[in-house]
């Protein structure tokens, strides 16, 4: 009798951990476009994403570069402090976008150029993405304050 219950034990942990094992994969495989890995412009000039990878790039829009060409069309810079990367958006851009300010964009690179399908500005005078503040302390750029919890 010991045996069975034994046996039967084995049998609830093997079985328990193989669905452990497929539901992961599952939602691996499910969420894998929905995964957007954020780079630094340093990060992105030291180690180019592959052709087509689908990322979040973030920092400070450099001062002057911000281009409207015809129609919705915006192209500018945006920098760590260490590396500058040439972006291009389709589109209307956030009312708080401007230069000096932080901003992440999702996209991929297209020739050298950053081309981005979404860009979010800072939402207000004090908040900077987390992602872009600690990019942006790494090169020595960011000295403002750190934000409050919440």
């Known amino acids: 009798m010991k045996s069975l219950k ?6 609830v942990l093997v079985v328990a951990s193989l669905a452990l094992v497929i539901s992961t994969a599952l ?7 929905g995964i957007n890995f954020f780079r630094a412009p340093t990060q992105v ?3 180019p994403p592959a052709e087509g990878e689908v990322f979040r790039l973030g920092g400070l829009v450099e001062e002057g570069s911000i281009v ?4 919705e069309t915006v192209t500018f ?18 009312d708080l976008f401007s230069e000096n300010q932080g901003m992440v964009g999702t996209g ?17 005078e ?7 503040m600690d990019a942006l302390k790494e090169q020595g750029v960011y000295k403002g304050e750190e934000p409050p919890n919440g």
């Open 108 to 124: 991929k690179m297209e020739d050298g150029v950053f081309v981005a399908s979404e860009i979010l500005a800072k939402h207000d």
């Open 68 to 71: 409207r060409g015809q129609g």
């Open 77 to 94: 810079r945006v920098t760590d402090g260490g590396a500058t990367i040439p972006v291009a958006y389709t589109g209307v851009l956030p």
């Open 126 to 132: 004090t908040y900077m993405p987390k992602e872009v």
């Open 27 to 33: 939602i691996g495989y499910a969420m894998r476009d």
């Open 45 to 47: 000039v030291e180690e």
């Open 6 to 11: 034994k046996k039967r034990r084995v049998q």
